[in-house]
């Protein structure tokens, strides 16, 4: 079996080094004989990546001790569905699902255009081949899944991370993945059309859809980990600005400053250097992501071992960001626009400033990340950044970026007027004052960012809320009788990616709510109880009765037994607890977490038992945490909406496109 997935990767690597060859050499010549014959190596690359992961899934499956990894990662007593999950637990398992996706969407895209874009697809097939290449390159041979534990072969596993034997770590890994593997489509198809001699706006046209997928999944592959940490770490937060969830933060961070900017592009023409760059940035960081989690360069929970691994991923970083850079400058004069922005005060200038606060807020946390290793290797003392400073720059970026998601659906194109602006702003200005107001009066203005966050929450919903009344009137003007439902209906049916983008805004507002909430709001207490104590905290009125004990497949757990009242009311017993793996040297916490229909969470850790009888814990009331994982479902109906086929925008889009790839020829 060895040899078979051994075989299959090598295969796969010297395909994908074909394609990039063959694509290249395409796009030179012109020669659509040597494009399919390069776009047939990628789809024959991927089949060989999937029989060497079928290899590596049956080695788990079936407890091959012959593999160092397989030995590493699982064990006989792991439960099925985290045994499944041992696949991406390690490097070398979580670099071949890397291969699996890119090789996957390589061949995907090639096939989807097989008969159209004849003068970009060599140089999307040679890009594309390209990445294959490198990352089979360091599955043969840097990081082999195959590796041989030596001639003695164990009869036991050594387990699986305690922290990892998680339901969300079955999906939050390879969603994350998705989304950074993801933007080498967009950032293959703008450099693309730029080797052929092309500035116009067909590439994004052609990756509206690749670009909005990947940008999802870095989203929810970050919401499912904060719902990770949340539950399991024992903590009572969900970000701690750890490194490696800054990685997966920042090109996000880039990525949404991309989609917001190619609006600007697609209807008049402007940023077309700042998109290129912006999508050929965004991979980059995407790569550096996986090179902070996979080198030892920083110090995280979620990090592989320190490795040479990291190296390489340094050499493919400056390859691409120099094949970038080259390829935008000896093309920058096709990419200049023929027009400006007019006015400060234009919808255009607004996504412009909006990019500006999002690529600097990203910066801001990759120099979070840099400044103690560098720090460390300049002057031998390693300074760490800590959450402040991370806050300082979430509250004095963030909160501009907030106001601005509110502003720019609402003003103009070109120029807003004075009394255009008055009256598009008057009701949610109004709304939010209104809101800081009722914050202060009600006894919140213990966080002044706080309620600033909040009262512009609200701005940003009664704008959007206003913007889709105005166009369902104006939709019942044309149609009398119309109810609002129906009117509002057939609105967002006319442009459901406008209005799929308003739900996406809403999402975040929810999402920002239950933030703040949770940050700015909580309540934290940790009591030491004996049998039969109580304490109060929150309304709640917590009594600790005994400790118990429970035994699962692989491990032992120690609960406390707790009463929760409210109101002298028993309503619920909840049994936080403390498990200890019989494969596996960690031990995992087992929360209790309480939610109410308000969003709050009664949050309680076991933290270990004092005396032998009594013990330790950890209890938070965190209002509206509940909206964070709203705010997820709210993002992907808004992602629906956005991306869900519409015949008629179709047909324009394919008119479009027909236009631009007439006018390909010099």
């Not at 089979?136 to 590796?147: G, H, K, L, Q, R």
């Not at 596993?157 to 770590?169: D, H, I, K």
């Not at 916490?589 to 814990?617: C, H, K, M």
């Amino acid at each position: 079996m060895d040899l078979i997935g051994r075989g299959s990767l090598l295969l796969a690597f010297g395909l994908a080094v074909y394609a990039t060859a063959a694509g290249w050499m395409a796009g030179r010549r012109r020669d659509r004989r040597l494009l399919e014959s390069g776009r047939r190596a990628l789809l024959a690359a991927f089949a060989a990546v999937v029989v060497a992961s079928a290899v590596f899934m049956w080695a788990i499956q079936t407890h091959d001790y012959r593999f160092l990894v397989v030995w590493r990662s699982s064990s006989d007593t792991v439960p099925q569905p985290y045994l499944t999950s041992s696949f991406w637990t390690t490097q070398q398992g979580s670099l071949l699902l890397w291969l699996l996706v890119l090789t996957g969407l390589s061949a995907l895209v090639t096939w989807q255009n097989r008969r159209r874009n004849h003068d970009l697809m060599p140089w999307v097939v040679a890009i594309l081949g390209a990445a294959c290449a490198f990352f089979a390159f360091t599955i043969c041979f840097i990081a082999s899944p195959f590796e041989s534990v030596g001639a003695v072969v164990p009869t036991a596993g050594r387990g699986m991370v305690a922290s990892l034997q998680n339901p969300y770590n079955m999906i939050h890994p390879p969603m994350l993945y998705l989304g950074y593997v993801g933007f080498t489509v967009p950032f293959a198809f703008a450099m693309s059309a730029l080797l052929a001699g092309r500035a116009d706006e067909r590439w994004i046209q052609l990756t509206r859809r690749w670009t909005l997928v990947p940008w999802l999944a870095l989203g929810l592959g970050m919401l499912l980990g904060a719902k990770w940490a949340y539950e399991e770490i024992g903590w009572g937060g969900f970000w701690g600005w750890d490194p490696v969830e800054n990685a997966a933060l920042i090109p996000w961070l880039t990525g949404t400053a991309f989609l917001h900017s190619v609006i600007v592009q697609e209807k008049k023409g402007m940023l077309r250097v700042w998109n290129v760059s912006l999508v050929a940035l965004t991979y980059v960081l995407c790569i550096t992501g996986t090179f902070f989690t996979r080198s030892g360069f920083t110090s995280s929970i979620h990090t592989f071992a320190r490795s040479s691994i990291g190296w390489w991923f340094v050499a493919w970083i400056g390859i691409a960001a120099a094949f970038a850079i080259v390829v935008i400058s000896r093309n920058a004069h096709r990419l200049k626009s023929p027009h400006r922005i007019e006015s400060p005060v234009s919808r255009e200038a607004t996504f412009l400033f909006n990019n500006l606060l999002f690529v600097a807020l990203a910066f801001a946390v990759l120099w979070g990340i840099l400044f103690p290793p560098l720090s460390e290797a300049v002057g031998g003392h390693k300074i760490q950044t800590s959450t402040p400073y991370y806050n300082f720059f979430a509250v004095a970026i963030g909160l501009p970026l907030l106001m601005l998601m509110g502003i720019g659906p609402v003003i103009a194109w070109r120029r807003a007027s004075t009394r255009g602006v008055i009256q598009a702003f008057r009701w949610p200005f109004l709304s939010a004052a209104a809101g800081i107001g009722v914050l202060l009066l009600a006894g919140f203005g213990s966080s002044v960012p706080g309620a600033i966050a909040l009262s512009l929450c609200l701005f940003v919903t009664v704008s959007i809320l206003l913007e889709i009344a105005r166009g369902a009137a104006a939709r019942r003007r044309l149609a009398p009788g119309t109810s609002w439902p129906a009117a509002t209906t057939q609105l967002v049916a006319r442009n459901r990616r406008r209005y799929g983008g308003y739900v996406v805004h809403l999402a975040i507002v929810i999402g920002i709510v239950a933030i703040v909430g949770t940050s700015a709001y909580a309540t934290v207490r940790q009591p030491v109880l004996e049998p039969g104590q109580s304490f109060k905290i929150g309304g709640y009125t917590l009594t600790f009765v005994r400790l118990t004990t429970e035994r699962g497949p692989n491990w032992n757990s120690t609960n406390a037994l707790i009463e929760v009242r409210r109101g002298g009311k028993l309503i619920d017993t909840v049994r936080p607890g403390k498990r200890s793996y019989t494969d596996a040297p960690e031990s995992s916490q087992e929360v209790s977490i309480r939610p109410t229909w308000t969003g709050e969470d009664l949050y309680i850790a076991f933290n270990g038992a004092v005396r032998g009888t009594g013990v330790n814990l950890k209890v938070l009331v965190n209002p509206l945490v509940n909206l964070l994982w709203l705010a997820g479902l709210v993002l992907i109906a808004g992602f629906g909406i956005a991306i869900w086929p519409d015949a008629r925008v179709a047909a324009r889009v394919a008119r479009r496109t027909d236009e631009l790839a007439r006018t390909a020829a010099p």
